[in-house]
């Protein structure tokens, strides 16, 4: 069976896969294309099979907002090495999955979600079997609100989301500056009504016995204890983080500059 170039190169822009295995699969299916297609899907499976207990803590960190900037996705494409995650190919399927969970509730939709004919799942397997190393979603977060800006740190190792109450004039940059933020500063919650009351008790408790080794009196630990609680907020929750672009403005002030606007949620996503 004669095997064209022009073949192998339409089914290598279909699957992705290299020149070898396309032409091999052509030549196993007798030149038929959707049966060399299945044959390198196959081929996919049994390299993820084979892979499945691999860490895959590499990849990519993609966002995505949609054209109204109301609906935002964020997802994280994990593999198993740096130079994968790299590989402009590997980023551009990131990019195109992080479009389609636009349109999606959760991880498992996402999953399940058409991509060009076959599942999002049925794409990861077949890249799998490219690539030869194992692909999966590793993050999957999204936004809804009235204006939806995100950032993309360099190389792909962050992203992130921010909702603000209102679209109001400049709220493409207000909601930039946020997300830089959040994926320089790695805030736990958006405020200090978001941060679980087990991790507010911890910090208590060690503020506490830092101030007993300091010889405090019993009496005061609770009272100063506060006050360190205030601080932990202070560091480690969005809107009350000292911004980073202006220290003498929190963040809830920065953005109040711009009108009557608050930010509502973020999320962030990284490799690793």
Request: aromatic content about 4%; glycine content about 8%; charged content about 30%.
């Amino acid at each position: 069976m004669k095997v064209t170039a022009a073949d192998v190169n339409k089914l290598r822009k279909a699957t992705g896969a290299g020149m070898m295995d396309c032409k091999k699969a052509l030549v196993e299916a007798e030149g038929d294309f959707d049966k060399a297609i299945e044959i390198l899907r196959k081929k996919g499976q049994k390299v993820a099979a084979k892979r499945a207990d691999r860490e895959s803590t590499e990849g990519a960190a993609i966002a995505k907002v949609n054209s109204d900037n109301t609906v935002g996705a964020a997802i994280v494409l994990g593999c198993e090495t740096d130079f994968v995650g790299k590989n402009e190919n590997f980023v551009e399927l990131a990019n195109k999955l992080a479009e389609i969970a636009l349109n999606c509730a959760s991880k498992e939709e996402l999953l399940a979600a058409d991509f060009e004919g076959i599942t999002v799942s049925e794409k990861l397997i077949e890249q799998t079997g490219v690539i030869g190393e194992k692909i999966d979603i590793n993050a999957f977060e999204k936004i809804e609100a009235p204006f939806v800006g995100s950032y993309i740190h360099a190389g792909n190792k962050i992203a992130t989301l921010v909702g603000l109450s209102a679209n109001v004039e400049g709220a493409a940059e207000a909601a930039k500056d946020v997300a830089m933020q959040a994926a320089a500063m790695n805030p736990i919650a958006l405020d200090e009504n978001g941060v679980d009351q087990s991790i507010i008790e911890k910090e208590i408790e060690i503020a506490k016995e830092q101030l007993r080794a300091e010889g405090k009196p019993e009496d005061m630990l609770d009272n100063i204890a506060k006050g360190k609680i205030k601080r932990f907020f202070k560091d480690n929750t969005l809107v009350n983080q000292a911004f980073i672009k202006d220290s003498k403005k929190t963040v809830a002030e920065y953005v109040k500059t711009y009108g009557d606007v608050s930010v509502t949620a973020f999320k962030r996503v990284s490799v690793g």
